[in-house]
T-cell receptor, first 112, second 113 residues
Framework: SQTIHQWPATLVQPVGSPLSLECTVE??????LYWYRQAAGRGLQLLFY??????ISSEVPQNLSASRPQDRQFILSSKKLLLSDSGFYLC???????????FGDGTRLSIL | GENVEQHPSTLSVQEGDSAVIKCTYS??????FPWYKQELGKRPQLIID?????GEKKDQRIAVTLNKTAKHFSLHITETQPEDSAVYFC????????????FGSGTRLQVQP
């Protein structure tokens, strides 16, 4: 069966520091991969998605970037975090084509 | 691009009553409509989904209906229980040129014991 791993679970970072969140999927090949951000009490904002290695689509221009160095690995990065980057970051995967999307457990990021 | 609107934003019902959450979508090419339940501090989890070739789908106390002509779909929860309290999100996908789900803004359901 397929599983998705996301880490760390919680992270506290100072303003201006870099960020790297990692997500890996097991048990499937060539999945579509996604990064979402959720502010407290709000909806799901799609940040990036990828349909293959090295292929990244950005939904919202900001100081974040994403990379997909391997088929089942998706990384969210920032060179300098802003206070507004605080939130609950969720990675998700989906089989190629249409179908259910499955979320990781998320990373709760607090910027001080 | 696709736009999904969801209402109500909050819904309070008595235990045992039914709850209905409605969503509309804008892209007539969308063909897949999932519903997610998110408990406080946790990830969204898929609870039911429907494809555009089906008008209704039921799984125990949960059902989803789809009206392609009107471009709206609804989640129905019967005999609600306190553990149904959560935020529910609808979503749509399959539309032209888009490979990600477009989510509604969410409905906070509170089931009063």
């Amino acid at each position: 069966s397929q599983t998705i791993h996301q880490w760390p679970a919680t992270l506290v970072q100072p303003v201006g520091s870099p960020l790297s969140l990692e997500c890996t999927v097991e048990g499937t090949s060539n999945p579509n991969l996604y990064w979402y951000r959720q502010a407290a009490g709000r909806g799901l904002q799609l940040l990036f998605y990828s349909v293959g290695i090295g292929q990244i689509s950005s939904e919202v221009p900001q100081n974040l970037s994403a990379s997909r160095p391997q088929d089942r690995q998706f990384i969210l990065s920032s060179k300098k975090l802003l206070l507004s980057d605080s939130g609950f970051y969720l990675c998700a995967w989906r089989e190629t084509g249409s179908g259910p999307q499955h979320f990781g457990d998320g990373t709760r990021l607090s910027i001080l | 691009g696709e736009n999904v609107e969801q209402h109500p934003s909050t819904l309070s019902v008595q235990e045992g009553d039914s709850a209905v959450i409605k969503c509309t979508y804008s892209d007539s090419a969308s063909n897949y409509f999932p519903w997610y339940k998110q408990e406080l501090g946790k990830r969204p989890q898929l609870i039911i989904d429907i494809r555009s070739n089906v008008g209704e789908k039921k799984d125990q106390r949960i059902a989803v209906t789809l009206n392609k002509t009107a471009k709206h779909f609804s989640l129905h929860i019967t005999e609600t229980q306190p553990e149904d309290s959560a935020v529910y999100f609808c979503a749509a996908s399959g539309g032209t040129g888009r490979r990600a789900l477009t989510f509604g803004s969410g409905t906070r359901l509170q089931v009063q014991p």
